[in-house]
């Protein structure tokens, strides 16, 4: 499986994103797809996932409520619509997905920098 995000960039505090994923290739092995993130000297973490059925979603404490994950079945894309967008939310974000099981996150796009300014 392979993953490509887009949808980066700079946005000023109380802003909006949306970041989009697309997978391709053995798309039809995947479980569930999720979002990361990863701020400058910190360990990467979890933002949220989706289930591949689209049926079930996950948040982080710290975004639930501003942000909201999706994906469309037929463009094999996942998104994450960010709002009220925070200083602390910027990080390089990283799609992954899980193929061997239900948040087994074992494929990963190169990521896409999201930089929030107060």
């Known amino acids: 499986v392979q993953l490509a995000e887009s949808g980066g960039g700079l946005v000023q505090a109380g802003g909006s994103l949306r970041l989009s994923c697309a997978a391709s290739g053995r798309t039809s092995s995947i479980y569930s797809m999720g979002w990361f993130r990863q701020a400058p000297g910190k360990v990467r973490e979890f933002v949220a996932s989706i289930s591949w059925s689209g049926t079930s979603t996950s948040y982080a404490d710290s975004v639930k409520g501003r942000f909201t994950i999706s994906r469309d079945s037929v463009l094999e894309t996942m998104y994450l619509q960010m709002s009220s967008l925070k200083p602390e939310d910027t990080a390089n974000y990283y799609c992954?997905?899980?193929?061997?099981?239900?948040?087994?996150?074992?494929?990963w796009g190169q990521g896409t920098q999201v930089t929030v300014s107060s």
């Open positions: 992954a997905a899980a193929r061997y099981g239900p948040g087994n996150f074992d494929s």
